[in-house]
């Protein structure tokens, strides 16, 4: 073989190697992603039937809610009543008056394929700010066919939720604090299940803005929830609270994901919800005061400083976008993973995230993709059994416990510490 034709066959090679691994080139390969996965969707919403579960329940709620009704305990649908806060209403509304009360679905399947399409667009941005993930890993997020059905196929409000959080996190990452709050609260306002990222959110808070200015922010946020819910809290404010802010709701086992091997009894049980809430609060704990404030010499040292000086940032140095999505990120997880239960829509709270939380821990990349691998199946086996949701209760408490040993602060925190010692 000649040295000119050896040399035009590693060009391509080369080419393909600095896109899949050089960060210049992030955005090239990140819009290929978008793009492919584009069609792919478009695909799927033309060829692969549509699947109703409750997006028919959501416009017969909102027909009610355009007769006038005001009382959160009187507006239902074909599966129940109204269990969400204002915020779904909101966009539910808008859904409501372009597909004609949900008679054109094919425009509503549109509208959420477009909106799958925004959330991989979302997710490659946050993957930039969060850096310490190569370009590769990007190829890994279109491969879910769980969560483009529950998109494109089956139309949960989650997906709303789900995209309003990630341009929270996004205003998180590039500093922009006040909006991120009003973001993040909106999305709690679509799904309450958003409110799992708020123990990491307050301490990023704490840090980068003290206690005084940290404790504006949260009024904020609950200064939206007021404005969203008043044409609710106005008129019947118990009704209202009490619908869309139920903590104690208890699903049915039947549709568990993650605890299908615990016999129903147990599931069902008060004993079994509050092992959980213990387990939950203790993993936050041990992530708050043993991992996530090492940067900032150890969580009662921050908690010292902030509170001595109230107005002034509580961290000892700049938080980066890289230690704020890591840390608002494995919030998350912690709590998706000691859920009282998963049904099936709620892979969307996480799926995008899962390949960079892989790589923030210091598993062989193997190991890493297996993890992946093993939560995608066990989301895709239906109805769930014993098997699948062991698997997948496996597969969570090894990637936490993998960040834990990994990189809980980010990679360029970490890295920064290191580098001083």
């Excluded at 879910?144 to 059905?149: A, D, I, N, V």
């Amino acid at each position: 073989m000649s040295d000119d034709t050896r040399l035009a066959l590693n060009a391509p090679l080369q080419s393909a190697r600095l896109v899949l691994t050089d960060a210049r080139y992030f955005w090239l390969l990140a819009g290929l992603v978008v793009a492919g996965d584009a069609a792919l969707t478009a695909l799927i919403v033309r060829f692969v039937p549509y699947t109703e579960i409750d997006f028919t329940t959501y416009m017969a709620q909102m027909d009610v809610f355009y007769k006038g009704e005001r009382d959160y305990s009187r507006i239902a649908g074909p599966t129940g009543p109204l269990v969400y806060p204002a915020g779904h209403v909101l966009i539910h509304r808008a859904m409501y008056a372009l597909t004609d009360g949900g008679k054109y679905l094919e425009r509503a399947q549109a509208m959420y394929g477009a909106l799958y399409v925004l959330s991989l667009a979302f997710t490659c941005a946050l993957y930039r700010q969060a850096r310490g993930v190569p370009n590769w890993v990007l190829l890994l997020l279109p491969l879910s066919k769980r969560l483009h059905s529950i998109f494109a196929l089956r139309m949960f409000n989650d997906c709303w939720a789900l995209v309003v959080q990630q341009a929270a996190l996004l205003a998180f990452g590039a500093g922009a604090d006040d909006l991120g709050c009003v973001l993040f609260s909106f999305a709690v306002s679509i799904k309450m299940s958003v409110i799992l990222y708020l123990p990491a959110l307050l301490l990023v808070l704490f840090k980068r803005h003290g206690f005084t200015r940290g404790a504006v922010h949260v009024a904020s946020i609950a200064l939206v929830q007021v404005l969203i819910g008043l044409p609710f809290l106005l008129h019947e404010p118990r009704s209202y609270l009490a619908g869309a802010f139920d903590l104690g709701r208890v699903f049915l086992y039947k549709w568990t994901v993650n605890w299908r091997f615990v016999p129903e009894d147990v599931f069902l049980s008060r004993r079994f919800a509050t092992a959980l809430m213990v387990g939950h609060l203790s993993v936050l704990a041990a992530f708050a005061l043993g991992k996530w404030c090492r940067v900032d010499g150890g969580a009662f040292a921050l908690l010292e400083r902030g509170l001595r000086r109230p107005g002034v940032p509580a961290a000892m140095q700049r938080v980066s976008a890289d230690h704020a999505l890591t840390l608002l990120m494995t919030s998350n997880l912690i709590g998706i993973a000691f859920a009282r239960s998963l049904h099936y829509q709620f892979y969307s709270w996480y799926a995008q995230q899962l390949p960079l939380l892989a790589w923030r821990t210091r598993l062989p990349v193997p190991v890493r993709l297996a993890l992946l691998a093993s939560v995608e199946y066990a989301w895709n086996v239906y109805p769930s059994t014993n098997m699948s949701s062991g698997i997948l209760l496996a597969a969570h408490m090894v990637l936490i416990l993998g960040i834990w040993f990994g990189w809980p602060e980010g990679k360029d925190r970490t890295l920064r510490v290191q580098s001083k010692s």
